[in-house]
């Protein structure tokens, strides 16, 4: 039997804010609230109700880069953030591709979120 406060996450979590558009399967666009980010995907509320599974093109935009970051992603889970009937829903996304030209762009990023984190 698994203890409920083991952590089970693979990788580190960091919460910042940043800008997140969204391209799903049909063609909608959303841009929705980025709660967090790892190496290996993001976590975000959206108002768009999305299912397991579906595939989405994601376009971060990260501070003091040139051109934001495209991304290939896949949702694994979703679930809504209140019993509302307009309650928003909290998405985990894991990254499937990331362009070639953004990588290092990205992994850099990550690597200086971590290293501000260490110094607090």
Request: proline share 5%.
């Amino acid at each position: 039997m698994k203890s409920p406060n083991v952590e089970r996450r693979k990788y580190l979590r960091i919460e910042v804010p940043l800008n997140l558009r969204i391209i799903t399967e049909s063609g909608d666009m959303d841009s929705p609230k980025v709660k967090n980010i790892s190496p290996l995907g993001i976590r975000f509320e959206t108002k768009k109700q999305l299912k397991d599974g579906d595939h989405l093109e994601l376009t971060l935009e990260l501070p003091k880069a040139k051109n934001p970051v495209h991304i290939h992603g896949k949702i694994i889970w979703h679930k809504k953030t209140s019993l509302e009937d307009n309650a928003s829903f909290d998405v985990g996304c894991e990254f499937i591709r990331i362009e070639e030209d953004n990588k290092n762009t990205f992994l850099k990023y990550f690597c200086d979120l971590i290293y501000k984190q260490k110094a607090k």
